[in-house]
């Protein structure tokens, strides 16, 4: 077993506030990921002039449904109490980070109570490598996935 701290890089996300934002609908905007357990954690549609994160990274529920991890199709801000986690391994491919998001997903029964994973959630231990059978599984990658997002909403060039 091994600290998540040593496969990601973790930082808060923006901790905006979805009310002070105007909301759109898509093409327009950028996805608003907040402590949500549906819908890969995005509640709206919204513009701002915030550094998004980047496609591919995981966003992870501090609190409210507590480790929801999510790999992101496409770029987003955050709301409070999400945390961003971008792989250390550049070239981790997505297989893999969706089943980092299960193993994070797997460890919420020690946020119960109302308790929050703001100053844990990087020494969460995780085993040290994913299975053989993660890194034989094809999945879109995240440039796929975004490719297939924006040609669903009619903005493929």
């Known amino acids: 077993m091994k600290k998540l701290s040593d496969m990601f890089s973790l930082r808060y996300g923006q ?3 979805l009310n002070g934002l105007a909301k759109v609908q898509p093409p327009l ?3 608003f990921v907040s402590r949500s ?3 890969n954690g ?3 549609r919204v513009l701002t002039d915030a550094q998004p994160g980047a496609t591919g990274e995981l966003t992870v529920a501090l609190g409210g449904s507590v480790l929801a991890t999510f790999v992101q199709p496409e770029p987003f801000v955050c709301g409070r109490d999400v945390m961003i986690l971008t792989a250390k391994d550049p070239h ?3 297989a893999q980070k969706l089943w980092w998001s299960q193993c994070i997903l797997a460890n919420r029964y020690r946020y119960s109570y109302g308790r929050q994973a703001n100053r844990t959630l990087g020494d969460l231990l ?3 490598e994913a299975p053989v059978w993660v890194r034989d599984v094809h999945v879109p990658d995240d440039r796929q996935i975004a490719q297939l ?3 669903i909403r009619g903005i493929l060039p």
């Open 15 to 17: 901790s905006l506030e």
């Open 29 to 31: 905007g950028i996805n």
């Open 37 to 39: 357990l549906e819908n």
């Open 42 to 44: 995005v509640t709206a």
């Open 92 to 94: 981790m491919p997505i």
């Open 126 to 128: 995780v085993p040290d």
């Open 149 to 151: 997002l924006r040609a």
